[in-house]
């Protein structure tokens, strides 16, 4: 009887285990066959293509850039000095305000000169002394009464005194300062009665009807210069406001540390607006005309490369797509000006291609897009 019972319960242990079994693959079947379909429902909606995005573009247009060469210069006077005394003295007169505006050769500063008018008026005596004995002197040789090396010694003698009247007129004019060109003058630096040392300064005298501005450009441009070339600045002091001058010389030697060339222009001061020493932002108009392609500037954008845009390119037709519409195409561009809204491209984009003009972010390349219009004009409403 024990061997009996023994037998009969294998073949219910195995039965149970091919049931399990059975079960698990048909739940594994299950599941894979909707994940199949799942895979089938997103594969579908992956073949259909998105909708195309709606971008506003521009039509680049050819045209002819004068190429323009930015620098920063320093304005300073056409004519500059600090007005000193050769001499030491004492300040006898002051002939001048300060800020005046004076002409060539007018008397600034008269010293104290009455020791340089005894000294000519001594010279001039001492003249007349040595002039009348030559003119005694010729008289007599006339009459064999003088040698002739005596005559030869008194001219010596008149000649001496002649020079020491023209050294007692120089002495004296040193010490009336004069305006040695016409100009506009500083703030005074002295006063009345004060003792000034040979080569104190007085005050300064600035001829500002004209100035020059001095600038450097990098030695690549050095090819670009021409006399009377134009430039164009602007100062801190007049924001917005524009001033003209011509380039008139450059160095024909190169700084040997930066390889800067140093150029000068001339300025039309005459409603003196401008003053020396001023810090000027210089526009040069360049003599090399570049051909470019004008395209406005908000359709520029930045990538990883530099500067592009979206360009707008028709592909190829194809039998399933025979009218296919426009895609996006980023192109790297070669910015030569940015002027009002408008950017001049020199390479990158050709006449006539459509730029889009707004949105950049959130497009990509190859994105299929269509055009639309700007924002549309106001209508008014009809009564």
Known sequence: MPQTDTVTKKPSLVLRLFVALLL?????????????????????????????????VAES????????????????????VNI???VSGIVKTINFESGQEVKTGKVLVQLDNQSEVASLQSAKAQYEVDHSRYQRFVQLKDENFVAGNVLDEQVSLVDISRSKISIARAALAKKSIKAPFPGKLGIRQIDQGEYIAPGATIVTLQSVDRLLLDFTLPESNFKDLAVGQAVN???????????????????????????????????????????????????????????????????????????????????????????????????????????????????????????????????????????????????????
């Not at 739940?27 to 909707?34: C, D, E, S, T």
């Not at 247009?61 to 500059?80: C, H, P, V």
């Not at 020493?277 to 004008?294: D, N």
């Open 233 to 383: 600045f602007q100062v801190r002091s007049y924001p917005g406001r524009s001033f003209a001058g011509k380039i008139i010389a450059w160095d024909p030697i190169l700084d040997e540390n930066t390889r800067n060339v140093s150029i000068r222009a001339e300025v039309d001061n005459k409603d003196r607006y401008l003053a020396p020493g001023m810090f000027a932002e210089i526009l040069v108009e360049g003599t090399q005309k570049i051909s470019v392609q004008t395209v406005p500037e908000t359709s520029i954008f930045y990538n990883i490369y530099g500067e592009a845009a979206y360009v707008l390119e028709i592909p190829e037709a194809t039998e399933t797509n025979p009218t296919p519409g426009y895609i996006l195409a980023a192109r790297q561009i070669d910015v030569a000006y940015r002027v009002d809204g408008v950017a001049g491209i020199r390479s990158g984009i050709k006449a006539g291609d459509l730029v889009v003009t707004a949105g950049q972010l959130k497009l990509y390349p190859s994105l299929h897009v269509v055009i639309v219009d700007d924002v549309p004009e106001y209508q008014q409403p009809t009564q």
């Open 84 to 86: 000193s005394s050769e």
């Open 61 to 80: 247009k050819s045209a002819e850039w004068n190429k323009q060469l930015k620098a920063i210069g320093t304005l300073i006077a056409f004519q500059g």
């Open 24 to 56: 698990i693959a048909a739940i594994a079947g299950g599941l894979g066959y909707k994940k199949f379909l799942q895979i089938q429902v997103m594969s579908a909606q992956g073949s259909i293509a998105p909708p195309p995005i709606s971008v506003t």
